[in-house]
């Protein structure tokens, strides 16, 4: 390091404030999120520029689903129309790619819940395979199996943006494009996350009061599941506070707000040489140490992101989301 400094009269010892000092105060910091649900805080190092959820559109993700695409559904159009038609509009359910215990505890849990609420569901497989197979050697198989045969779906694949607004509540891991699409619905969610950033998302749709956020899925209930639905689904206040919000970020064009910003830069900035000027403002030594170090960061983000999968959501402080 002191090789790096070069004789600098100090070093900075937070990693972090390097990375400002090289980047932030020339650098254009997009974030794909609407001020409808983060507001900027005058502490934060950079401040970004908000532009709204970076979202497929519901009619190109339609395209994508009549044309057999299976990240949009694929081929379940034609089953998934029949479904919304037969009946109340249904709780969709959806952990997208994550795994929590088993794809059997998952599947058992989506259908109990719904059991007992009485609510109709649709379960999306994702990347855990779930389906009404893993609903077998339990002992209530029969009994789920057959409320499945009358009241649950499970697809493989589907286009939020297309389905979400057809449902009556949205129950998710917390992940930052379901959630971006939950609440872009006008549905209220159900949040039950996983690890990561998904406890953060929880919270922030309780705060909304868009929604429920629960503890760590793998320490849900079927029962505490089904209390949340039916509250998502019948607290007035929950379901307009939701349609409302889902009206506001729907009509935000999140992709043409940053395109234009990094138009303005590019023009102002960039084109200028004003950009190019401020990079070099920061001290060569800086500059060498973050080069040469810059595996290090990805290194640290790493054991960030295993800190926070190790430590879940505690137990009072997933309550107080609940009842938020």
């Known amino acids: ?11 900075i010892r937070n990693l972090e404030q390097q990375e400002i000092q090289m980047y932030g105060a020339g650098v254009l910091h997009l974030t794909g999120v609407s001020r409808a649900v983060v507001t ?20 190109e993700q339609e395209r994508h689903m009549s044309t057999g695409n299976k990240s949009f559904g694929g081929t379940s159009r034609e089953v998934l129309e029949g479904f919304l038609k037969r009946g109340e509009p249904p ?15 998952m599947a058992c849990l989506a259908v109990r819940s719904l059991k007992i609420a009485g609510n109709r569901g649709i379960v999306l497989g994702g990347w855990a395979g779930l389906s009404k197979q893993c609903l077998l050697g339990q002992p209530d198989s029969q009994e789920l199996l057959a409320y499945v ?25 917390g992940g930052s494009g379901t959630t971006a699409a939950a609440l872009r619905s006008g549905r209220p969610s159900v949040v039950t996350p996983c690890a990561f950033d998904q406890f953060a998302n929880a919270q922030m749709v309780a ?9 760590q899925i793998r320490r849900v209930t079927a029962e505490e599941l089904a209390a949340a639905l039916i509250k998502a689904t ?18 935000e064009d999140g992709v043409g707000a940053a ?24 001290p060569s030594w800086l500059t060498r140490l973050g080069h040469c170090c810059a595996f290090l960061c990805g290194h640290r983000a790493s054991m960030e992101c295993h800190a926070v999968s190790a430590h879940p959501l505690p137990e009072a402080q997933g309550e107080a989301v609940q009842s938020a």
């Open 1 to 11: 390091i002191e090789d790096f400094r070069g004789g600098e009269p100090y070093l």
């Open 91 to 105: 709780v969709y359910m959806g952990w997208g790619s994550m795994l929590a215990v088993s794809a059997e505890h």
């Open 40 to 59: 900027p805080k005058p502490d934060w190092p950079c401040q970004p520029t908000l532009t709204g959820f970076w979202v497929v559109g519901c009619e």
């Open 234 to 251: 019948t607290n007035m206040q929950m379901v307009e506070r939701a349609k409302s919000l889902g009206g506001q970020l729907s009509s």
């Open 149 to 173: 045969s009358e009241s649950v779906l499970f697809v493989p694949t589907a286009p939020h943006e297309w389905l979400f607004p057809q449902c009556a509540a949205i129950v998710h891991h």
């Open 259 to 282: 395109v234009r910003a990094l138009d303005r830069f590019i023009a102002q900035e960039v084109a200028t040489g004003a950009w190019e000027e401020k990079e070099h403002r920061a």
């Open 207 to 215: 705060r909304l009061g868009a929604g429920l956020g629960l503890k």
